[in-house]
């Protein structure tokens, strides 16, 4: 199962969009997961109507959608795959931006940790990182 999604997730970086988990179906002594399915970022209806949303981006309904089913050989298989979208994708520059685009290395979180139980504050982390990582760019977390 985790290598569908991370698979997906490569693909929907490349094409523009986010995905984000929508609905599940566990068995019935619910030990294991026999059904996911994963959609675009932008799936449902907005919930201001006639207004513009104070931030993010409006959510427009949805097409682009991946589901796996867990099969009787207890192996996983895609059973539904929609490539489609009713909305406009994100730029490639801004795409490492999305939600399910961002990661942080674990060197990284482990060290932000530590120095978040000194109490030293995120902006000051990030500073830290940078001059490491010599740039911001190269701090390896979105």
């Known amino acids: 199962m985790d290598d569908v999604v991370a698979f997906y997730n490569r693909y929907t970086k490349e094409a523009g969009f986010s995905i984000r988990s929508h609905t599940s179906a566990m068995s019935n002594d619910n030990t294991t997961l026999m059904r996911k399915q994963y959609v675009c970022y932008k799936k449902g209806d907005s919930k201001v109507q006639g207004e513009k949303r104070k931030r993010g981006l409006p959510k427009v309904g949805y097409k682009a ?3 796996v089913v867990r099969k009787k050989t207890r192996r ?6 929609v490539e489609g979208h009713n909305h406009a994708l994100t730029s490639p520059s801004i795409v490492h931006l999305l939600k399910s685009h961002r990661h942080i290395s674990k060197v990284n979180k482990v060290l932000s940790e530590q120095l978040s139980l000194v109490n030293v504050k995120k902006h000051k982390q ?3 990182f940078d001059v490491q990582a010599s740039g911001i760019e190269n701090i390896g977390c979105t």
């Open 65 to 67: 959608r991946i589901a």
């Open 76 to 81: 996983y298989a895609i059973s539904v795959f």
């Open 126 to 128: 990030f500073e830290f």
